[in-house]
């Protein structure tokens, strides 16, 4: 099976930004558990500060499924979300974080009609528990 890990805005930063909310290993750190925990699967990665070039890869995906944790582009991407919406690549949401347990402009996810599922409040994890989903 492949699958794509997409990171939005400021998810680079992870393990540096907010370490009491989103832990203090980097991203490259967990996308080696990523690809350690899924050693039998292909995995992509990928990572961008930019709205349109997230769109980009999804609309050029081939993979399985896409685990996607837009960031803040989560709560606001009209164009994210058409692009999720337009490609037949299952896309599962997910947040390192708890967003309902925080501030009130992170509850609303623009993404998630459009998703298969979403994931949230289990750290790293959250995308290995989303990677599992397209096993079942
Ligand atoms: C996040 C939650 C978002 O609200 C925030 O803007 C992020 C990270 C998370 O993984 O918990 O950048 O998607």
Do not use: W
Request: glycine letters at 8%.
């Amino acid at each position: 099976m492949k699958l794509l890990f997409i990171n939005g805005v400021n998810l680079n930063l992870t393990g540096k930004r907010e370490t009491g909310v989103y832990g203090s290993k980097t991203l490259e750190e967990i996308n080696k558990a990523i690809a350690a925990h899924f050693a039998d699967d292909e995995c992509e990665f990928y990572q961008s500060n930019c709205e349109g070039d997230i769109c980009t890869k999804l609309q050029s995906a081939v993979c399985d499924g896409i685990i996607l944790n837009a960031g803040a582009f989560t709560h606001y991407s009209y164009a994210i979300r058409d692009a999720i919406a337009a490609i037949k690549i299952p896309v599962v949401e997910v947040h390192m974080s708890n967003v309902h347990a925080r501030e009130e402009f992170r509850h609303k996810s623009v993404l998630s009609e459009v998703c298969r599922g979403v994931i949230l409040g289990f750290g790293e994890n959250s995308y290995i528990l989303a990677g599992e989903s397209f096993k079942l």
